[in-house]
């Protein structure tokens, strides 16, 4: 058993978050610096950690996330401990925050990764859900193995994981935009990936082995003791492969039912007794009954079982203002410059909580996903340490050009540079190749210049079209030949 932190004297470094961005902080500090003590402050039991980590390409990387207890980070870093404790207030001026727990923390450093939270569709509304860390995935699991009908709220990964993923219950899928997967897709991509709702789901080849943990929880609220789930303190991030750990099948016999309502929102959520007193009741007769219901902008009704709201995330920011003086971007993250400082001295963020304020790479934006949460931290545990050493820190290539790998339909995502074409305006042109239920590539070109693309499916495309962005080579000559299956581009170009 690790021995307690010693809190009398100021610890040199001082990470606040156990997800991806935290953790990796944690263990690069750990690692550079053996003879110091480290101290990760996590509100959660379980942190997440990287494994199966794989360099795919020069910017593209692989890896898998899994939960596990805080103490394997204390068993493979002799000089890392583990507080488990929420932060309660930080004073930047006095380098001290003090804990949930009533314990006051000196630092030198401090690097602050305590992510982001749902944006809620409703606070406190027993028939609305937000997905976002392990226990709330559980609470998903244990209400949809009785439900025969949900709504989906939101157009993100999460909503795209859950729609595809849910079994044995009908899905409404409300979506705000013209086509499903705005985030990461055009409506080309969409449409390829559409079938993929209507058809059987192909069986799983292999379970997930991973190993998973839980915490102890208390049978009659079904959720961990002394946390709620809507307590304000969620626990860090789904892995991206979160829901290969649990059941999602929800009461009813139909395998894959998903129906989208597109281009609206959420007008109205009505409990069952607000809607059967409502007027609404005598115009949709046929509404059936059910413990809760929508109301769209498009004016039509739905009763389902519950309501998953999965409309994006808040950076969590809110512990750490009272008192000091952060700046924060217009989308309420901490502002970081070129080496993950925020406007405070020694004090750094990373993750979700964060705002990239430097000048970008024409090929790079930021999305908070688990590729940059790990990069972010990574990067920012190399800043604090040249700060320290007083070694000159350039701006990693990983923040060269923007590089994603997931899954979306049980198909594999590769999306790089500026793949939505985000800030050409009109001076791009789109080539497209798709083959139906095989792949779907997509090159955003800009001056003859590849400059992001997106590749659905087995294509084998990612490096060679990596190297182009990168390389910026005039293609001009090549035109709309450069997607023509019969030529062997690799051949050309790797």
Not at 17 to 32: D, M, N, P, Y
Not at 49 to 58: G, Y
Not at 162 to 190: P, Q, R, S
Request: proline share 5%.
């Amino acid at each position: 058993m690790a021995s307690p932190p010693n809190l009398e004297k100021p610890t040199k470094f001082v990470v606040v978050g156990g997800g991806i961005a935290g953790v990796t902080c944690a263990e690069q500090l750990a690692c550079q610096f053996p003879s110091e003590e480290i101290l990760l402050i996590t509100a959660a039991p379980l942190i997440k950690t990287v494994t199966n980590f794989k360099q795919v390409s020069k910017t593209l990387e692989d890896f898998d996330v899994e939960e596990q207890p805080s103490s394997v980070l204390e068993d493979k870093y002799p000089n890392l401990r583990v507080l488990l404790s929420a932060v309660k207030s930080l004073q930047t001026k006095e380098h001290s925050l003090q804990t949930e727990g009533g314990q006051t923390v000196q630092y030198e450093k401090l690097c602050l990764c305590s992510g982001a939270r749902p944006k809620l569709l409703t606070r406190d509304n027993p028939h609305v859900l937000g997905i976002r860390d392990t226990d709330s995935a559980q609470e998903f699991q244990r209400r949809l193995c009785k439900a025969k009908r949900i709504a989906v709220v939101g157009n993100g990964g999460i909503a795209l994981e859950l729609v595809y993923e849910v079994e044995g219950c009908e899905v409404i899928w409300a979506v705000k935009d013209k086509a499903i997967g705005n985030t990461f897709f055009d409506a080309g991509a969409a449409q390829f990936l559409i079938p993929s709702l209507e058809k059987e789901k192909p069986k799983k080849s292999l379970p997930c082995k991973r190993a998973r943990y839980t915490t102890e929880t208390d049978s009659s609220s079904h959720s961990p003791k002394g946390k709620s789930l809507d307590s304000g303190e969620p626990g860090s991030a789904l892995g991206p492969d979160w829901h290969e750990g649990i059941n999602l099948r929800g009461a009813d016999k139909v395998s894959h039912r998903v129906h989208v309502e597109y281009q609206c929102e959420i007008q109205h959520i009505y409990s069952q007794e607000e809607f059967l007193l409502s007027p609404l009741r005598s115009q949709k007769p046929n509404a059936g009954n059910w413990p809760v219901y929508i109301q769209l902008t498009n004016g039509k009704i739905y009763g389902c079982d519950f309501v998953v709201s999965a409309t994006g995330v808040v950076p969590n920011t809110d512990v750490f203002l009272d008192g000091n003086n952060f700046e924060l971007a217009s989308d309420l993250g901490l502002r970081v410059d070129e080496h993950m400082r925020t406007s405070e001295p020694d004090v750094y963020a990373a993750g979700d909580i964060c705002t990239a304020c430097w000048e970008p790479s024409p090929l790079w934006q930021q999305m908070r996903l688990w590729t940059q949460a790990r990069q972010m931290g990574w990067y920012a545990a190399r800043c604090m340490a040249g700060d320290i050493l007083e070694e000159p820190i350039e701006l990693d290539f990983c923040f060269e050009l923007f590089s994603h790998i997931t899954k979306f339909f049980n198909y594999k995502v590769v999306l790089l540079g500026k793949f939505n074409a985000q800030g050409l305006g009109q001076d791009h042109e789109l080539l497209v190749r798709c083959t139906k239920g095989q792949e779907y590539v997509k090159v955003v070109m800009s001056g003859g210049r590849m400059m992001g693309a997106v590749l659905i499916g087995e294509t084998d495309l990612e490096e060679t079209f990596e190297n182009l962005i990168l390389n910026q080579m005039d293609l001009s000559s090549f035109g709309e030949d450069l997607l023509n299956p019969s030529i062997d581009i690799e051949d050309y170009f790797d």
